[in-house]
């Protein structure tokens, strides 16, 4: 069990002990903003990378037994998250740089960093994270889908109504259905990558199924994921590999 986004801990260690004894096991440190003490990769830098308060957080958690989760995270982040550590780290759902230009991605220094580290990067299945063509014709449409986002949260304002976050996601993915769903070796792509620079031991899965508005060819549940399966062994992958 995860805490995803380092802002639910309000600043205060006390409530990450909360969560540690309530059997949180892991922690996100940012989300798509940065936090009062961590930069996120979806945010302007506002701290380079970690205050010394995130750096109490980083050892607070190793001495909880709790992971830190770098997915999210800046680049400076993930650097400095390294330098403090004296465990291994996991990004629990984070794709690779190298085949999808998407700051959320990890570079392949950030996964030779991760390995050597002793760390785990769980490949996450958003198509604009495993997928450049994907990526960028989605990074197009942002301006017309901002101004449909806009438009309904207006209408809804006149009517008295709150939009939700369910609101947004919806309209989100009626967007991304306009866009070519890429096919699902995008995804076995991000795999083998991180397989291949990291060590098959730091690779694994992060679907991200309930946070994305877009999926590879094939892949819609997690009953699609001995597709994931097949085509590992189809690259030669062992049983044991997989």
Not at 57 to 67: D, F, I, Q, T, Y
């Amino acid at each position: 069990m995860g805490v995803e986004g380092g802002h639910a801990i309000n600043d205060d260690l006390g409530v990450l002990r909360q969560f540690a004894s309530l059997g949180a096991r892991y922690l996100t440190l940012t989300h798509t903003k940065n936090t009062d003490w961590a930069d996120s990769s979806g945010d302007q830098p506002a701290h380079n990378g970690l205050t010394d308060f995130g750096r109490s957080v980083v050892r607070e958690m190793n001495r909880l037994g709790m992971m830190v989760d770098v997915s999210h995270v800046s680049d400076k982040t993930f650097d400095d998250v390294l330098a403090v550590t004296q465990a291994p780290i996991i990004a629990s759902h984070s794709s690779c740089r190298a085949l999808c230009d998407h700051p959320r991605n990890m570079t392949d220094d950030m996964l030779r960093a991760l390995a050597k580290n002793g760390g785990v990067v769980m490949v996450n299945f958003y198509s604009a994270f495993v997928d450049e063509g994907f990526r960028q014709a989605y990074a197009a449409q942002a301006a017309q889908r901002d101004a449909a986002v806009q438009q309904y949260e207006d209408h809804m304002k006149a009517l008295g109504k709150t939009v939700t976050y369910g609101d947004r996601s919806k309209i989100d993915k009626e967007w991304a259905a306009r866009i070519p769903r890429p096919p699902l070796q995008s995804l076995i792509d991000n795999i083998d990558h991180i397989a291949r620079i990291a060590g098959v031991d730091h690779v694994g899965l992060g679907s991200d199924f309930d946070g994305v508005d877009s999926l590879p060819q094939g892949i819609d549940s997690v009953a699609d994921l001995p597709k994931i399966t097949a085509e590992l062994v189809k690259r030669g992958y062992t049983a044991e590999q997989i």
